[in-house]
């Protein structure tokens, strides 16, 4: 079943979501972040049909988030690799990860946790931060029509923002 596309709206949430918001393409983000290059690696971790993968990483390749170069061994195999888009999703996909840990959890818990290569700490999901590094309260993030001069209310709570 063919979804509607969201290319010709505005909204970037919209025209990202023709991009990776099939459930199936963040998956396959998810396991390319974690090393997976080859098609047969996808198919044994996601469990997911050879014609459902193979059209998922084509959308992936046309929507520049992987790039498909020939394989680091020599074989004939090609590999799929995260283009500099498809690395800067890191944040969102460790967002939903965190999200889902708390609140979608298996009840055997997480699979994973994500820490800090360098110094071992755990890390967490990116929040707006202002300039000097403090993160930001929910009810400080207000959201306007781009080019407009006047903010509207604050969709989050229902007041005008300060």
């Not at 290319?7 to 998810?30: F, H, N, P």
């Not at 080859?38 to 049909?49: D, V």
């Not at 590999?79 to 959890?105: N, V």
Request: glycine share 10%; proline share 6%.
């Amino acid at each position: 079943m063919k979804t509607k596309s969201f290319s010709d709206m505005q909204c970037s949430i919209a025209r990202t979501l023709d991009l990776v918001g099939s459930w199936w393409s963040l998956l396959i983000i998810r396991d390319a972040m974690l090393g997976a290059t080859r098609f047969k690696h996808f198919q044994k971790s996601l469990g997911i049909a050879k014609n459902t993968l193979t059209v998922r990483l084509n959308q992936l390749v046309d929507g520049g988030i992987l790039t498909k170069v020939a394989a680091s061994d020599g074989s004939a195999y090609d590999e799929y690799q995260l283009t500099e888009q498809g690395r800067e999703l890191a944040p969102i996909i460790l967002s939903l990860a965190q999200w889902g840990d708390k609140w979608a959890a298996h009840p055997n818990g997480p699979t994973f946790e994500y820490f800090d290569r360098q110094t071992g700490d755990d890390l967490t999901a990116i929040w707006p931060r202002r300039a000097g590094g403090e993160a930001m309260a929910l009810a400080d993030v207000g959201v306007k029509a781009a080019g407009t001069p006047t903010p509207p209310p604050n969709f989050l709570e229902g007041k005008p923002n300060s």
